[in-house]
């Protein structure tokens, strides 16, 4: 598994002084046009609804609200590193006649929010642009001062900043005082900046991507459930299918060949005798399913001493060598997040075993940055794939229930890897 190599901390805060500084001063004229073009438009809509063209133009200004909007989502994940969603607006349905088309953006919440951005924002964001451009200015300036402060005209009766706080009216003292404004300026930029970059920027997101990102959310916990439901019932089945293929018919057997012993004994004790050993070899294979079959059910080792032991104890039963690596201080989790991460492994080896024909494998287990990686691997022929009907697909499901991604990496030939990403927060 390879991990990103954090980048240079420098480099860093140097693109995030640029994108807040571009997002600043280009965001003044883009919400001053906004502004100018939505306020009008709104009013004059309000201002005719008595007669019907009102009506229109007031969804022309929702409209235009709109396409701002969009920009505006285009340009917030510079500031805030994160999605900027776009919301599903209110939509007529197909067929629907010229009014009704009218009236639906006017009965959308989002298309009101956007008309809200439209209007109000831009006094955020002329401060935004004047803090921005004030500091680049005094920095820039007091920085160069060495160069243009000796062209300015200084005549006897001007007086400046240095004479008013009582410092020597030299060109040095004046160059001097100048430069240190520059340093503070400088130094002050990247939060200044920051702060004036992030303040619109929430006021936008608030406005244009809440509703979004809790319709986006609520569709993960629906996703999230059904997959839940679909790993439940899986898993179910196959114990079903399994107990009934295996135990079930070998313990029907056992009271059948019991029963046949039962008459043997006093006409053919030899017989009986035969009977019973073979029933006790029933009862061993049965014992053996049942243990096969308790693998997909949590081991109590999980529940007592946590994954890194539960994992070594599969990685040691497994006929293929597997090299387990997890790392030292990985502590308790969540059961759920647990048992998903046993589940997948177990699984993962057992299909190693069976389909991949692999002579060796590996479990790499981290923990960062609230994140579980589980990855299994494999030299194996590959050809392993998440398509309905396989077994990868229950696996798949109970990773989403645990709010996590599986992916698939296995080309014909191979080698094969099987890594899920779970949340851990």
Not at 355 to 382: C, E, F, M
């Given at each position: 598994?390879?991990?990103?190599?954090?980048?240079?901390?420098?480099?860093?805060?140097?693109?995030?002084?640029?994108?807040?500084?571009?997002?600043?001063?280009?965001?003044?004229?883009?919400?001053?046009?906004?502004?100018?073009?939505?306020?009008?438009?709104?009013?004059?809509?309000?201002?005719?609804?008595?007669?019907?063209?009102?009506?229109?133009?007031?969804?022309?200004?929702?409209?235009?609200?709109?396409?701002?909007?969009?920009?505006?989502?285009?340009?917030?994940?510079?500031?805030?590193?994160?999605?900027?969603?776009?919301?599903?607006?209110?939509?007529?349905?197909?067929?629907?006649?010229?009014?009704?088309?009218?009236?639906?953006?006017?009965?959308?919440?989002?298309?009101?929010?956007?008309?809200?951005?439209?209007?109000?924002?831009?006094i955020l964001y002329t401060v935004s642009f004047v803090f921005t451009v004030t500091w680049w200015a005094g920095a820039l300036g007091g920085l160069?001062?060495?160069?243009?402060?000796?062209?300015?005209?200084?005549?006897?009766?001007?007086?400046?900043?240095?004479?008013?706080?009582?410092?020597?009216?030299?060109?040095?003292?004046?160059?001097?005082?100048?430069?240190?404004?520059?340093l503070f300026f400088l130094v002050t930029l990247p939060l200044v900046v920051r702060v004036a970059a992030l303040v619109p920027a929430q006021f936008?997101?608030?406005?244009?991507?809440?509703?979004?990102?809790?319709?986006?959310?609520?569709?993960?916990?629906?996703?999230?459930?059904?997959?839940?439901?679909?790993?439940?019932?899986?898993?179910?089945?196959?114990?079903?299918?399994?107990?009934?293929?295996?135990?079930?018919?070998?313990?029907?057997?056992?009271?059948?060949?019991?029963?046949?012993?039962?008459?043997?004994?006093?006409?053919?004790?030899?017989?009986?005798?035969?009977?019973?050993?073979?029933?006790?070899?029933?009862?061993?294979?049965?014992?053996?399913?049942?243990?096969?079959?308790?693998?997909?059910?949590?081991?109590?080792?999980?529940?007592?001493?946590?994954?890194?032991?539960?994992?070594?104890?599969?990685?040691?039963?497994?006929?293929?060598?597997?090299?387990?690596?997890?790392?030292?201080k990985l502590g308790r989790l969540t059961p759920i997040l647990e048992n998903t991460a046993y589940f997948l492994v177990a699984e993962s080896l057992?299909?190693?075993?069976?389909?991949?024909?692999?002579?060796?494998?590996?479990?790499?287990?981290?923990?960062?940055?609230?994140?579980?990686?589980?990855?299994?691997?494999?030299?194996?022929?590959?050809?392993?794939?998440?398509?309905?009907?396989?077994?990868?697909?229950?696996?798949?499901?109970?990773?989403?229930?645990?709010?996590?991604?599986?992916?698939?990496?296995?080309?014909?030939?191979?080698?094969?890897?099987?890594?899920?990403?779970?949340?851990?927060?």
């Open positions: 598994m390879t991990h990103p190599r954090p980048g240079n901390p420098a480099g860093r805060m140097l693109r995030q002084i640029g994108a807040d500084s571009a997002y600043a001063i280009v965001g003044f004229p883009i919400a001053l046009a906004g502004f100018i073009v939505t306020l009008p438009l709104f009013v004059l809509g309000v201002g005719t609804l008595i007669t019907v063209v009102g009506f229109p133009i007031m969804v022309g200004a929702l409209y235009a609200a709109r396409g701002f909007a969009d920009l505006e989502r285009l340009r917030l994940p510079t500031v805030t590193h994160r999605p900027a969603p776009r919301p599903a607006y209110r939509s007529a349905p197909p067929g629907s006649g010229f009014w009704r088309r009218i009236f639906t953006p006017l009965r959308d919440g989002q298309s009101w929010l956007d008309l809200m951005h439209a209007i109000f924002g831009w160069s001062a060495i160069i243009w402060t000796q062209y300015i005209p200084h005549g006897d009766t001007d007086q400046d900043l240095n004479e008013l706080l009582h410092i020597s009216d030299t060109l040095t003292a004046r160059i001097g005082l100048n430069t240190v404004i520059g936008g997101r608030a406005l244009l991507t809440g509703i979004a990102e809790v319709q986006n959310r609520i569709s993960g916990l629906e996703q999230q459930r059904d997959s839940a439901v679909s790993a439940e019932a899986t898993a179910l089945r196959r114990l079903e299918r399994d107990i009934h293929d295996g135990p079930q018919q070998r313990l029907v057997r056992l009271a059948m060949d019991l029963g046949r012993a039962r008459q043997q004994m006093n006409s053919n004790p030899d017989a009986a005798r035969a009977t019973i050993d073979e029933a006790l070899g029933q009862t061993r294979e049965t014992l053996d399913e049942l243990r096969a079959l308790s693998r997909g059910i949590a081991p109590p080792i999980l529940s007592d001493r946590g994954l890194p032991s539960a994992l070594a104890a599969l990685a040691s039963r497994s006929t293929v060598p597997v090299a387990l690596t997890v790392p030292p057992t299909n190693l075993a069976k389909h991949s024909q692999a002579t060796n494998g590996a479990v790499y287990v981290s923990h960062a940055n609230g994140r579980l990686i589980v990855a299994v691997l494999d030299d194996g022929v590959g050809g392993a794939h998440l398509s309905k009907g396989h077994g990868l697909t229950g696996l798949a499901d109970r990773v989403r229930a645990a709010g996590g991604t599986l992916t698939v990496v296995s080309p014909e030939g191979g080698p094969t890897e099987i890594r899920a990403e779970l949340p851990c927060e």
